[in-house]
């Protein structure tokens, strides 16, 4: 038997292709709205102190994962890891809250989904000082810090925590006097 072909194919020919291949090159870089942390904010205990920090110069589209160690949260809840992905801008960013103790400081890491690519940024804190001071504080018969029993008396204090709360100790003597150990 002899086959013949019908229909042959043009002689395989090749040619040189050449192509330019721009590839992005994405540099990435992390600030914050804001140096340090407190503890909280000028609202007082339980209302933490915040600062939203972003990273700029991503892929649109893009995830990343934060996460934050130290004495740092992601929200009130206590949340360590979330996802974000970058805007159409190349920015993606998330709000820190500062944790009890106030102790450690926040480590703030990005890192893109499916890359190598981290960033790391470390926060301390600046904690407030407060050290309490009375400026006033009533006399009885010229005697400081005391008052008559059952009186009405004013005292003044400077530089506590917000919703601070003071206690006091009286001591009541026989001689109509109480005196006030804050």
């Not at 007082?44 to 990343?64: I, P």
């Not at 992601?74 to 801008?89: H, I």
């Amino acid at each position: 038997m002899t086959y013949r072909a019908l229909n042959s194919a043009p002689p395989l020919t090749t040619k040189d292709v050449s192509a330019d291949i721009t590839v992005k090159d994405y540099t990435l870089t992390v600030s914050s709205d804001q140096p340090t942390l407190d503890a909280w904010t000028a609202e007082g205990e339980g209302n933490y102190d915040s600062m939203v920090v972003t990273v700029t110069g991503g892929k649109s589209g893009s995830q990343l994962v934060w996460t934050v160690t130290g004495d740092g949260q992601l929200d009130t809840a206590g949340t360590r890891t979330k996802t974000a992905t970058f805007g159409s801008d190349g920015s993606a960013n998330i709000t820190v809250y500062s944790k009890e103790p106030f102790m450690a400081a926040v480590n703030v890491k990005a890192e893109g989904l499916g890359s190598s690519d981290t960033l790391d940024a470390d926060i301390a804190y600046s904690l407030t000082s407060y050290a309490p001071a009375f400026s006033e504080l009533p006399s009885f018969n010229g005697e400081p810090k005391t008052t008559d029993y059952g009186k009405t008396f004013t005292v003044k204090m400077a530089n506590a925590m917000p919703r601070s709360r003071v206690a006091w100790k009286t001591i009541v003597q026989l001689s109509r006097r109480v005196l006030l150990q804050p």
